[in-house]
């Protein structure tokens, strides 16, 4: 039952932008968008979390729709340690416990010098 | 160095043996959670401990088991090993059991089973 729709795969020239699409028509108003990253065969690791604001930390920023249906993670200015696969989740803020993260296949990004 | 610890790194044994799997959290986190990663199936939720209870639990097989123990270092034990389970196994950690902020990885235990 999947929630996101992202690209397979994605090329990206070092040193620009890196813009990575996320569908998530069926997203709820309670529901965040995650991005996750997983460098080969690596441990996966937390980029960002937004609901309805776009966001932006040191790694990456978020944009999200105003209707929320879609959302956008860019890497400013893509090294090639930024290849990568690019995981989209969406998931309900949780209280307690019980939902975990549902990972599905992801964009594999790759950065080419 | 994401801070959480998993041992051994790599693993290869048999059909049929038993192995368990180590995973200490990040320093803080009462959290803990299990993943497999098999070629096939990608990333999957295997089971969650909140301070030293099992809180939720995905599609871990019955031979499949863990525990988090009061120093919340927690193990995964695998037994009568077959070959379909040979996959990448991720500890992650998380300081509240929601995990609103997401989690931290582990660099992940290979198991290879021959």
């Known amino acids: 039952d999947a929630k996101t729709t992202q690209p397979t795969s994605m090329d990206c020239a070092e040193g620009r932008a890196a813009n990575l699409p996320c569908n998530h028509s069926?997203?709820?108003?309670?529901?965040?968008v995650y991005w996750y990253r997983q460098i080969h065969s690596q441990g996966p690791q937390y980029i960002i979390h937004g609901l309805k604001n776009n966001e932006t930390n040191e790694m990456a920023s978020l944009i999200i729709t105003e209707d929320r249906k879609s959302s956008t993670l860019i890497l400013p200015h893509a090294t090639l340690r930024d290849t990568a696969v690019y995981y989209c989740?969406?998931?309900?803020?949780?209280?307690?416990?019980?939902?975990?993260?549902?990972f599905g296949p992801g964009t594999r990004l790759s950065v080419l010098p | 160095d994401s801070g959480v610890t998993q041992t051994p790194k790599h693993l290869i044994t048999a059909t049929g043996q038993r192995v368990t799997l180590r995973c200490s959290p990040r320093s803080g986190d009462l959290s803990v959670y299990w993943y497999q990663q098999s070629l096939d199936q990608g990333l999957q939720f295997l089971i969650q401990?909140?301070?030293?209870?099992?809180?939720a639990k995905g599609n871990i097989l019955e031979r499949f088991s863990a525990q988090q123990f009061p120093d919340l270092h927690s193990e995964l034990n695998l037994s009568s090993l077959e070959l379909g389970d040979s996959a990448l196994y991720f500890c992650?950690?998380?300081?509240?059991?929601?995990?609103?902020?997401?989690?931290?990885f582990g660099s992940g235990t290979r198991l290879t089973v021959v």
């Open positions: 992650a950690s998380s300081v509240d059991p929601a995990a609103n902020y997401g989690y931290t």
């Open positions: 069926t997203i709820s108003g309670n529901e965040y």
């Open positions: 989740i969406v998931r309900g803020e949780v209280y307690n416990y019980g939902q975990n993260f549902v």
């Open positions: 401990y909140y301070n030293g209870e099992e809180r």
